[in-house]
């Protein structure tokens, strides 16, 4: 405080002493700003090493396909996710949403802790028309409104087509979080960065299948790679009738539905 | 040097000259400084994240994980009626368990009625090929008692049925 308030009158008497003064503060910025700049950016990169990876992601391109008409809603894949990616409590990478529509058209929409825990019979008096589990995840989409609006560069997508965040360039302003229609991101209380689905990008690099897809015992999760034709999903995606969510916001997801219905957004 | 030379204003530029210099320095030290050396190595983000994320540690390692030290269960479970069911989605992780072959913590052993219910809790939701149960109606129609362990009375978890 003391230093602040000498600091007017001392730049009064001589303009010489001060322009001297600043001189040397911007010689000492400089000099520790080029000896900051070549340890601290050069470092991670000989430590790391990026190319590292022999995994080739010009030779991928990954897609994602939830048979609905399948899923028990146990909850395997909820639980999965958070084991493997460390999850916080509360937040969801993946999730399992119930909906029964009654005969007169309403429709009930739960999805209680995310259906981590399984569901347990409603009683709600309605008759039930139908029912049905729909899981849910980041839609990893080609046109992604989440990555356009990230201020810092921290979300992107991969070549091989995952929707991404680095965790280290997210300032955790949220924007990311706000423009993604399905709310498949979370701002995680504990790094205060933006969490989503990776489709387990190091499983998936390692020729491994998403922890949701390896737990999940019906086969209601699918993964595969549109760019090897031996892949059974092309052969699905071709034959079958497939959905995307919320279609019209031409976001053009890469996570398929077989099964949805009307009341799936 | 003389008051009308051609050249009396040469000190004035070349100061103006000196400072654009100085400007363009301090513009390359301050990106060196503030964007991080991968950035723009794929696109408008840092290129070293990619392969952070995907030098994270895998977890789940799947069934082939467990058949070395647990043949039997491995044997007896694979030709069950659970063999759809991976050994991970009814313990845990092998990560928690087991490092390098080794045996780092017991593996969670969930003898619960709840966890069974998980899956086999009659609900409408449900696709009617899953088999489906009410609890209370199927153990007074089997002769269980009721009890957090019930479910075990009757079935191996392994190979139900």
């Known amino acids: 405080m003391s230093e602040n308030k000498r600091c007017p009158e001392e730049t009064k008497p001589g303009v010489a002493t001060n322009r001297r003064d600043f001189l040397k503060q911007s010689a000492a910025f400089v000099g520790a700003a080029v000896s900051f700049g070549v340890v601290g950016v050069i470092l991670p990169d000989d430590v790391l090493g990026v190319e ?25 894949c909820v639980r999965a996710c958070r084991a493997e ?18 005969v007169e058209g309403e429709a009930h929409v739960d999805s ?17 028309r139908k029912a049905f589990f729909v899981p849910k995840l980041c839609n990893h989409c080609e046109a992604t409104p989440c990555t356009q609006v990230c201020p810092v560069g921290a979300s992107y997508t991969t070549r091989d ?25 979370y701002l995680n209380p504990q790094t205060r960065t933006a969490g ?9 690099t390692e020729g491994l299948e998403p922890a949701c897809v390896a737990v999940c015992p019906v086969g209601a999760r699918i993964f595969g790679d549109r760019k090897n034709p031996d892949d059974s999903i092309n052969e699905i995606l071709a034959t079958k009738r497939v959905q995307v969510l919320q279609p019209e916001l031409l976001t053009k997801p890469q996570c398929f539905y077989l099964g949805l219905d009307m009341e799936v957004r | 040097m003389e008051p009308n030379s051609p050249l009396r204003h040469t000190k004035h530029v070349f100061r103006v000259g000196l400072l654009l210099l100085a400007a363009i320095v301090a513009l390359i030290l301050g990106r060196s400084f503030f964007v991080p050396e991968t950035f723009g190595q794929y696109g ?3 290129g070293g994240n ?29 030709a069950g009626g659970h ?79």
């Open chain 1, 112 to 128: 209680p802790e995310g259906g981590e825990f399984g569901f347990h019979p409603l009683t709600s008096g309605m008759e039930i």
């Open chain 2, 83 to 161: 063999r759809a069911v991976t050994c991970e989605v009814c313990h845990a992780p092998v990560s928690l368990h087991a490092r390098n072959d080794e045996k780092i913590a017991d593996m969670p052993m969930h003898r619960s009625a709840d966890l069974c219910l998980l899956c086999h809790q009659e609900l409408k939701a449900r696709p009617g090929s899953q088999p489906q149960i009410q609890p209370r109606q199927h153990l007074e129609e089997n002769g269980g008692e009721p009890g957090p362990e019930s479910c075990f009375e009757c079935h191996e978890p392994h190979s139900p049925l």
């Open chain 2, 44 to 46: 408008s983000y840092r």
């Open chain 1, 161 to 185: 087509g995952a929707v991404l965040v680095d965790d280290k360039r997210c300032i955790g302003c949220g924007y990311c979080i706000q423009a993604c229609p399905y709310g498949s991101r």
């Open chain 2, 50 to 78: 990619v392969s952070e994320q995907a030098a994270h540690q895998v977890r789940h390692g799947g069934r082939q994980s467990c058949e070395p030290c647990h043949a039997d269960e491995f044997e007896e479970q694979t």
């Open chain 1, 85 to 102: 990616n460390d999850v916080p409590e509360h937040m969801y990478r993946t999730w399992i949403e119930r909906y029964e529509i009654a």
């Open chain 1, 196 to 204: 989503k689905c990776t489709w387990c990008y190091h499983r998936v």
């Open chain 1, 52 to 76: 590292t990876v022999a995994y080739d992601w010009n030779k991928h391109r990954w897609v994602y396909l939830v048979d609905t008409t399948k899923c028990i809603g146990c909850g395997a």
